[in-house]
């Protein structure tokens, strides 16, 4: 093996290729690996092994040291109860880590951004730090500073990651003007390419470390996530935030942040005695800043296995069974859609008031909460990718209410004359305009999709808003029907008898409403 790490490290040649360039041989370095390799990381790892060993450390820092390493990138931490000892103790280490590099003949840079200094204090900080004798690395002297970056996170001094959250949110705005600066109510791409992307592009910025800082600084996100959930639905004016996270099939952030935070402390309490042991100093300190991490996922864990009862809620988490730690994808999403759930009968009232239709009169909120199941809704999306940016956001003014195509609206949005009524439909001027009218009634706008509409919309009780946007179940006690599962309806012998009743109140509803604006005279644009 020694002779195969000689070959592989003496006398080597390397050269950069950049597409189809490639520049010149050139001979490697009497030190160092070469760039590129699989090898050299694992080298470059066994070779720095041995730094900052507790064993090799002088006495007077053993026991308040620690190292981060990752790769050629590492953070050393001091603790102490007064700023002079700290600043002893780090110059101490500092000249500790430059005899080794010199020893074994490696090269640290000191320049700012790449070696510095932060105190971490939630009493003192940056300016404090001003009095205190500078420490050298070598013959370089170190900047104190007041925030610094490590792996991508920005560290401030009181740790509160409002620099890192400001920082994210400037990226995640320049992310999602680059995938939606082409996109229009009109053209562009649909609901459903821009929720992926969404997901994939600025989401994956969003939610990166999420558990280490976003738990106080959710609200940053705030109206970042409401513009970009209105641009994607493609909505006229604003519905609430309940209804857009709906129809793009986005739980809230919070949700999504707990998602992260359960998985995150599942895997770690697979990495062994000493993160187990952190997370149970973690669990046992109610103070700690990542003491409700440990909560959430004891939640997960009562949520999954229904045996557990309210006994085990004083239990420790290293004291369970390392079989309840395995979790699945599916378990985590209906764990995410329970909880959404249950935000939504909580507010089921800011759902419901955007309601064309005007549920909340017709039926109790006992009876609307019936049809909330957000797990329906992302297993079967309203929206799906080959449907065209107009189709989509036409559907999505006729179902949250507030389209400015109808007169009845814009009438109580410009807060004109209250005491009379809506102004006619422009259509057949007969009747007052509104969504309803232009589906179900006005004689001008006929399309042969209404009657099959109206034929669904019989079988659900006439309100039919929550169940298309929530694809709830809907069972047809007809003489061959004897169960549905939500897509699919069998007969006794188990034969397919049709499709779910819902899907076809779906699909007849985009086609009318796709109808009815073709047809409507009225501009889009109103208020220009």
């Not at 017709?362 to 940016?389: A, C, M, V």
């Not at 669904?456 to 809907?474: A, K, Q, R, W």
């Amino acid at each position: 093996m020694l002779r195969l790490l000689n070959s592989f490290l003496s006398d080597r040649y390397v050269y950069l290729r950049v597409n189809t360039f490639t520049g010149r041989k050139r001979r490697c370095l009497l030190i160092g690996v070469p760039q590129g390799s699989v090898l050299s990381p694992l080298l470059f790892i066994i070779f720095i092994s041995d730094l900052l060993r507790t064993c090799n450390l002088p006495t007077t820092v053993t026991g308040c040291t620690q190292c981060f390493k990752f790769a050629d990138d590492g953070s050393v931490t001091v603790v102490g109860d007064s700023f002079p000892e700290v600043q002893e103790k780090m110059q101490i280490l500092c000249e500790y880590i430059a005899d080794w590099c010199k020893k074994w003949r490696l090269i640290v840079n000191c320049s700012r951004n790449k070696t510095e200094i932060i105190i971490v204090s939630p009493k003192h900080g940056y300016k404090d730090a001003e009095d205190l004798p500078k420490i050298k690395m070598g013959n370089t002297v170190l900047e104190y500073v007041e925030k610094s970056k490590v792996l991508g996170i920005i560290i401030d001094e009181t740790l509160s990651f409002a620099h890192h959250a400001r920082s994210v949110l400037k990226s995640c705005w320049h992310a999602w003007y680059k995938v939606s600066d082409k996109t229009s109510r009109k053209r562009g791409l649909n609901t459903s390419s821009l929720s992926i992307l969404f997901k994939t592009v600025v989401l994956s910025k969003l939610l990166y470390a999420s558990p280490v800082w976003l738990s106080n600084n959710i609200d940053v996100f705030k109206d970042f996530m409401s513009k970009a959930l209105l641009r994607i639905t493609g909505a006229q004016f604003h519905p609430t935030k309940y209804l857009k996270e709906i129809l793009v099939g986005i739980p809230p952030l919070k949700l999504l942040h707990e998602q992260i935070v359960i998985k995150f402390i599942l895997k770690c309490l697979f990495q062994g005695d000493n993160v187990a042991g952190r997370i149970f100093q973690v669990e046992c300190t109610p103070q700690h800043p990542f003491n409700s991490h440990i909560r959430l996922t004891k939640e997960f864990i009562y949520f999954t296995n229904n045996e557990l009862n309210s006994r085990f809620s004083r239990t420790s988490l290293i004291e369970f069974d390392r079989e309840l730690f395995v979790y699945h994808k599916d378990k985590i999403l209906e764990y995410t859609c329970k909880k959404w759930d249950d935000l939504l009968k909580e507010n089921i009232s800011s759902v419901c008031k955007d309601d064309p239709y005007n549920l909340n009169q017709l039926h109790s909120d006992e009876h609307l909460q019936g049809y909330i199941n957000t797990w329906n809704s992302l297993k079967n999306p309203l929206f799906k990718r080959h449907e065209s940016r107009i189709d989509n956001t036409n559907l999505a003014d006729f179902l949250h209410g507030h389209p400015l195509r109808f007169q009845d609206f814009t009438y109580s949005f410009l807060k004109v004359n209250k005491n009379r009524h809506a102004p006619l439909c422009l259509e057949c001027t007969a009747s007052p305009d509104s969504p309803h009218h232009q589906l179900f009634e006005c004689p001008n706008l006929q399309s042969e999709y209404r009657d099959r509409l109206t034929a669904s919309v019989g079988n659900l009780e006439t309100n039919f808003h929550l169940p298309i946007i929530f694809h709830t179940y809907i069972y047809n006690n007809g003489p061959n029907v004897t169960m549905g599962n939500g897509e699919i309806l069998f007969t006794e012998e188990g034969a397919t008898s049709y499709t779910c009743a819902l899907c076809e109140t779906r699909k007849a509803l985009k086609h009318l409403v796709k109808d009815v604006c073709w047809q409507s005279q009225f501009e889009d644009d109103l208020l220009s």
